[in-house]
């Protein structure tokens, strides 16, 4: 094995997929989910839309500089 490997030239792997095409499992704080399960009344296929609503909505307002 080498000390340190050069991986300036290296190309990504084709089979990777596409950033908007990837989906992530988000694990979240037991807080949280209480809190959204008790107090939004969504059910479980929807929490995905409601949190993926509520992080676009705090992204758009930091973007505005409303943090």
Do not use: H, W
Not at 30 to 41: I, R
């Amino acid at each position: 094995m080498q000390n340190k490997y050069d991986f300036s030239l290296k190309e990504q792997s084709k089979l990777s997929v596409p950033v908007e095409d990837m989906q992530v499992a988000i694990y979240l704080n037991k807080d949280v989910l209480l809190y959204l399960a008790e107090n939004c009344q969504v059910s479980q296929e929807n929490l995905s839309v409601l949190v993926n609503y509520l992080l676009s909505t705090y992204i758009e307002m930091a973007r505005r500089g409303d943090l």
